[in-house]
């Protein structure tokens, strides 16, 4: 069974800063993709940044200089450092994790719980 576990969310002040973190936990491999996905109230849910396990990374335009993903694929986890942080970051949270490769040999897909950010002064 693999899991993933999120935590850092909470409430942050415009322009102020936040940490997600994200683990997952099982009898894992590796894990090719990791990433981290938004959904504000109203709104498709939507990818915010991405990490593969050679280091390529991929981010939305909305967020492109202000946040940063970062991986420790010994620990199967992933970060999200979130700066300059502004209302319409406010959103639920997702962490993303693709082509997890077991030791059994197969492949799995999984998310976690989600973490509230609300962005407010």
């Known amino acids: 069974q693999v899991q993933l576990v999120e935590s850092g969310g909470g409430l942050g002040q415009p322009g102020g800063s936040l940490r997600l973190s994200c683990a997952a936990s099982g009898n894992i491999f590796n894990i090719n993709t990791m990433a981290w996905y938004r959904q504000a109230p109203g709104k498709q849910r939507e990818l915010v940044a991405l990490m593969t396990i050679g280091g390529g990374t991929n981010y939305a335009d909305s967020v492109k200089g202000r946040f940063t993903i970062s991986r420790d694929n010994a620990k199967n986890s992933v970060y999200l450092q979130m700066n300059s942080l502004k209302p319409e970051d406010t959103a639920i949270y997702y962490c993303?994790?693709?082509?997890?490769?077991?030791?059994?040999?197969?492949?799995?897909?999984?998310w976690g719980q989600g973490t509230l950010v609300t962005v407010s002064s």
């Open positions: 993303n994790a693709a082509r997890i490769l077991l030791r059994s040999g197969s492949y799995l897909e999984r």
